[in-house]
């Protein structure tokens, strides 16, 4: 007895019934903070309560952020996951979605996608003393992190924070830098480039790599966290090398074009990895893996 | 499920095609249009062409479209509207593919369903039906034995047709959705020939082996023979498009601030843009990189990743290229060197 | 042939060129362009009626241009494409040697850009008898006639710009579809996508195409796009009395004035 049209579309149906992956969050933005010339904050907060509610991510994951009728782009989460309700993100105006972006106004409509990505395996830093290092814009993916281990403070040893940027106008988060700093549990250390200083500026004066070999901070039983532009990272290893650290206790987040953040776009592929699912967060170990082409 | 055989007369293809007609499914087939054989829906079975090696552009288009609506929007006073499309209204059968298009199904769907599902391409996967038929005659561009293929090959069809001496079909009912077809037109399908299936296939030399070439492949990574090899590409995207494994993809959005639509639609890694970020850094700024990249990633880390090798060996890349780049001596070069 | 390739074999000898540029075998009976950069491999070239290819559109490669001085094997299209590239600033006299090829297998060695517009000089029409019989044609089809027999040809395109690659003349280094700040020309290969993308192509070409046919014989779907930019040719010569590829210090008609230019399409 052949099957019936219907019965055949219903088993089909069935087979199929999947979300539409591409289908972002409708998300209002609440906050706008402006960060540095060109550097925007936005907070933003999910229309649905209950998806609001439901969603969680881990330290390190990224997003698509759509501007309906421009396109999306890819940041990371920039708050911490211990923080529920609203989600941040933090992007210097560059091309056509993130000036999209920065035209937005409080209370515009926009997408989002996500969780996407790797985490940064916090768990297995249990009683390690951790070291962030990181420059310019690169810090927002590393504050959602810095500000989830401080939510849970007591499971780590000691925190010391080291950030630099050009000068004083384009460091980032600066409210939470001053946070940062009175607080007694972490040791805040923040530079500018030499001639980027203001008469007021009370920190360090000097690229991020020969500060943090002035620091010289222990490496034993030590994890670092490095976010910052190649050039910095390619000079930031061997001094962290040369202090003793190992590459498989040395982190980063690399960044790539990307369009689905799914693995299947095929723009993040480098080697057989995916820098949006075999990342964004990488050891040094596994850096030295990958082919150079990101 | 065990592979059924059956006959399937000569004069019984086109009644099979109308029975499928009738059963509400649309039937896509090589059709010859100007100078080119290429898939487009039939009526009958008078429109179908059997007369060529290999169509220009593949069928992938039914599974995974040119461009495709993602979602629509609409801006509304306080929030805005996610509009999706229904699926496709109807089953397709993709009627006269060769055995090597059925089997490049396979690292479509590797990419397309691993981790998170594609649903756009898994609604048309499972609304699709393929009955291909073997070949009778291959190129020198063919190479389908080198990668893991066969001209006779079951692998990805629901029922592979072969052609035998008299013009019969000896019909093979490879899965349970062969079975519904068959079952639409089951006083056609008669007991099974006599005549062995491969006295009526093409000879197909194999050429490389795929899996030493993959073991290969990472230790060439620096090697000067992407240069050499990639000086006369152009960089255009003909050997991606009509590649039915080739499933790189950009997303556009088209529309404005009130309403629009979300698309995706084909890419090719090489294009000079393909990896260029916004602030004019590109990891793969040559040519020779992105020629690299296509070979690596094909034969290479696919394999690695999703166990499943990125060609089929049809040999379409080579015939379309407009510099005669041969992937299949360039492979060779590779894989002996 | 041997002509051509002794004269290479000689030119790499005697370091006058890091590579020559012709046409070698390739598959099932093609041609393909090959890059010699050894004496000994000049045995390669070969020259019959199967070299249509323009190969002038390596020139602007930078990864070509890296191996130093270039002979390049000229079919006749190609010689012009060098006349329109030197118009253009794109190339130099002397920067290049340019080693054509006639029609009945002699060599020529073009020692500067005045001996190549001599040769252009004296050969023939822009367009062939044939070429204009479809021209022809179309221009006698009513305009929904000829709309939708684009509109049928272009439905084919998936934007894959073999057209575009194969151009000699299409060398910008972001073309206006990588623009999206804004996005002039839509991406997919949609109806309104693949009709923008090839008017804009033919009018970035009109008074620069000097009909070589590569962009219809690179695409693989075979899709007649010479006749766009074949119309452009004529249409330009008819009304700005200019011809491309004739010499290598000519205006862009379409954005040079000149008080007697025609004005009988105004008012």
């Known amino acids: ?294 | 499920m065990t592979i059924e055989k059956r006959t399937l007369k000569k004069e019984a293809v086109g009644e099979f095609i109308n029975r499928l007609r009738a059963g509400q499914w649309q039937v896509v087939a090589p059709k010859k249009k100007d100078k080119q054989v290429t898939f487009g829906e039939i009526s009958g079975a008078e429109d179908i062409c059997q007369d060529y090696v290999q169509t220009t552009q593949s069928a992938k288009g039914v599974l995974f479209p040119r461009v495709e609506e993602l979602f629509r929007y609409q801006m509304q006073e306080n929030g805005a509207q996610i509009l999706e499309r229904e699926g496709p209204p109807q089953g397709t059968v993709i009627f006269g593919l060769r055995p090597c298009d059925a089997a490049a199904v396979a690292p479509l769907a590797a990419v397309f369903t691993w981790d998170y599902p594609d649903a756009p391409f898994k609604k048309r996967l499972a609304q699709t039906a393929i009955v291909a038929i073997s070949c009778h005659q291959a190129d020198e561009y063919c190479f389908c034995t080198s990668v893991g293929g066969s001209p006779g090959d079951t692998r990805g069809s629901d029922i592979l047709l072969t052609r035998l001496s008299g013009g019969d079909y000896l019909a093979e009912i490879v899965t349970e959705k062969g079975k519904r077809l068959v079952e639409l037109a089951a006083d056609l399908f008669t007991v099974a020939p006599k005549e062995e299936k491969e006295k009526n296939l093409a000879r197909v030399e194999k050429r490389f082996d795929a899996k030493k070439l993959a073991e290969k492949l990472p230790g060439f990574f620096d090697s000067p023979v992407w240069i050499e090899q990639s000086l006369r590409c152009l960089g255009c995207g003909a050997c991606a498009y009509v590649c039915p494994a080739c499933v790189c993809f950009d997303i556009q959005d088209e529309g404005n601030e009130k309403r629009g639509r979300r698309l995706r639609c084909w890419d090719s890694c090489g294009f000079s843009q393909f990896t260029l970020h916004t602030s004019g850094h590109n990891p793969r700024s040559v040519q020779s990189q992105r020629w690299r990249q296509r070979l690596m990633h094909k034969f290479s880390y696919q394999p690695d990743r999703l166990d499943v090798v990125g060609c089929v060996g049809c040999g379409r890349c080579s015939r379309a290229c407009p510099v005669d780049m041969n992937l299949l001596e360039h492979l060779i070069q590779i894989a002996e060197g | 042939m041997d002509a051509l390739r002794n004269k290479a074999r000689e030119l790499l000898e005697n370091k006058l060129a890091q590579v020559v540029i012709g046409y070698g075998e390739g598959s099932l009976g093609r041609v393909r362009p090959v890059f010699v950069k050894e004496p000994a491999a000049a045995v390669k070239l070969v020259y019959d009626g199967r070299c249509l290819q323009n190969l002038a559109t390596y020139l602007l490669k930078p990864e070509v241009k890296k191996m130093g001085k270039i002979a390049l094997v000229a079919k006749p299209a190609a010689l012009k494409t060098v006349l329109q590239l030197a118009a253009e600033n794109q190339i130099v006299n002397g920067e290049i040697i340019v080693l054509g090829v006639t029609a009945d297998g002699k060599l020529i060695d073009f020692p500067d850009f005045k001996a190549i517009e001599a040769h252009v000089a004296a050969s023939g029409p822009d367009l062939s008898p044939e070429e204009l019989a479809v021209l022809d044609r179309l221009s006698h089809m009513s305009v929904e006639e000829r709309w939708a027999y684009w509109q049928e040809q272009l439905s084919r395109c998936f934007k894959c710009y073999a057209c575009r690659a194969a151009c000699p003349l299409c060398y910008c280094t972001r073309c206006t579809v990588e623009c999206n700040q804004p996005q002039w020309i839509p991406v997919p290969a949609h109806d309104l996508g693949n009709l923008e993308w090839h008017v804009m192509r033919a009018m970035h070409l009109a008074g620069r195409c000097v009909n070589c046919g590569d962009c219809g014989r690179a695409c693989p779907l075979d899709i007649p796009l010479n006749l766009l930019t074949q119309m452009l040719v004529k249409g330009v010569g008819e009304h700005f009395g200019q011809r491309a590829g004739i010499s290598a210090t000519l205006d862009h008609a379409l954005s040079t004035f000149k008080p007697n230019d025609k004005e009988n399409f105004i008012g």
């Open chain 1, 1 to 294: 007895m052949s099957e019936t049209k219907e019965k055949r579309e219903a088993k089909d149906a069935a087979m199929a019934e999947e979300s539409n992956i591409y289908r972002p969050y409708l998300m209002r933005l609440e906050k706008i903070t402006d960060e540095a010339p060109g550097v925007k904050t936005f907070r933003l907060k999910f229309f649905d309560e209950d998806e609001g509610k439901n969603f969680t991510f881990k330290a390190g994951q990224f997003g698509e952020y759509s501007v309906f009728g421009e396109g999306e782009t890819t940041f990371c989460i920039a708050s911490s996951p211990t923080r529920t309700g609203y989600i941040e993100c933090t992007f210097r105006q560059m091309g056509r979605v993130t000036t999209a972006l920065a035209n937005l106004e409080e209370g515009s409509v926009m997408g989002f996608r996500g969780p996407y990505g790797n985490t940064f395996p916090i768990d297995e830093w249990r009683g390690k003393n951790l070291l962030f290092i990181a420059g310019g814009i690169a810090l927002p993916p590393m504050r959602c992190l810095i500000w989830n281990c401080l939510d849970l403070r007591d499971r780590f040893n000691d925190i010391t924070i080291l950030y630099g940027a050009t000068n004083v106008a384009n460091l980032v988060y600066k409210y939470e830098l001053e946070e940062w700093a009175k607080r007694p549990d972490v040791k805040l250390v923040t530079t500018v480039d030499p001639g980027g200083e203001t008469p007021e500026w009370k920190g360090q004066i000097g690229m991020v790599p020969p500060v943090l070999e002035k620091m010289a901070p222990a490496s034993a039983d030590t994890v670092a966290i490095v976010c910052g532009p190649p050039i910095m990272i390619k000079f930031t290893f061997p001094v962290l090398s040369k202090l003793g650290f190992t590459p498989e206790n040395v982190f980063t987040t690399l960044e790539n074009r990307m369009k689905c953040g799914v693995g299947k776009c095929g723009r993040c592929n480098v080697g057989k990895y995916f820098v949006c699912k075999d990342g964004p967060v990488f050891t040094f170990a596994q850096l030295k893996d990958l082919p150079p082409e990101y």
